[in-house]
């Protein structure tokens, strides 16, 4: 391998399982509608030192629109320790499996739905590979840096995913193809933009 050869190490990602990286567990403390979050996060997640931005606003959107969803299934794509599955989950009271690629995160994920006494399952999945239900919503803050054929697989195959009248929700920044991905989608759902804030972009996507 050239990087190795050449005595750099190997390039890390968000994304890839590497059980050798150093475990340094911190906690988050985040607060919304009143109600304090916990999250446990680590070396080699997304976020690790702090909830991100876009995901924040992702979800503070998603309340906002949804004020009663009692009995809804959720699906969130890319869950990474589970920041935004957990706090729907407890905010509006409905069930929600989480899935992502790299097992720190889910290990992480598990255990913050403990601490924080949700109704959630996380499991391990490749974009929907081990997912078999069908669900009322998606949501995802897709993993920019995997690339573009798996954040178009997440994206353009989440339609298999969902019930009829089943809604795709996620955030993208504009310096991040917001905007070209927004018309790859259109080939395929009606999107609409919900709402823009520092660069990033929240949409909604639905079956036509
Ligand atoms: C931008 S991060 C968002 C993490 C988390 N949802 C949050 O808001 O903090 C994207 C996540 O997608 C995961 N991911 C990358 N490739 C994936 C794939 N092929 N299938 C499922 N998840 C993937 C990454 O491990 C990462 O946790």
Redesign the pocket.
């Known amino acids: 391998m050239y990087i190795l050869e050449k005595g750099l190490l190997p390039l890390e990602h968000?994304?890839t399982n590497n059980a050798n990286l150093k475990s340094e567990i911190r906690e988050l403390i985040y607060t919304i509608a009143n109600t304090e979050f916990k999250f446990l996060s680590d070396n080699g997640?997304?976020?690790k030192n702090k909830i991100?931005y876009g995901?924040a606003f992702l979800v503070s959107q998603f309340l906002k629109q949804h004020l009663d969803i009692t009995g809804s299934h959720i699906l969130?794509?890319?869950?990474?320790?589970g920041?935004?599955g957990i706090v729907i989950s407890k905010l509006r009271k409905t069930k929600v499996d989480l899935?992502?690629?790299?097992k720190r995160?889910l290990h992480l994920c598990e255990r913050n739905i403990k601490i924080n006494k949700v109704d959630c399952q996380a499991y391990i999945?490749?974009?929907y590979e081990n997912v078999d239900n069908k669900y009322d919503y998606i949501i995802t803050?897709?993993?920019?840096r995997?690339g573009k054929v798996?954040v178009e697989k997440?994206l353009l195959e989440a339609k298999n995913y969902l019930q009829d009248q089943g809604e795709l929700w996620f955030v993208i920044h504009k310096d991040q193809g917001a905007k070209s991905m927004q018309k790859i989608l259109e080939k395929q759902y009606s999107v609409e933009i919900i709402a823009k804030s520092k660069g990033f972009f929240v949409f909604c996507a639905k079956i036509y």
Do not use: R
């Not at 899935?99 to 790299?102: E, H, K, L």
């Open positions: 968000y994304f997640v997304f976020a991100d995901s969130d794509v890319g869950c990474g320790y920041f935004i899935i992502d690629v790299n995160a999945s490749d974009c803050n897709p993993p920019i995997a798996v997440i």
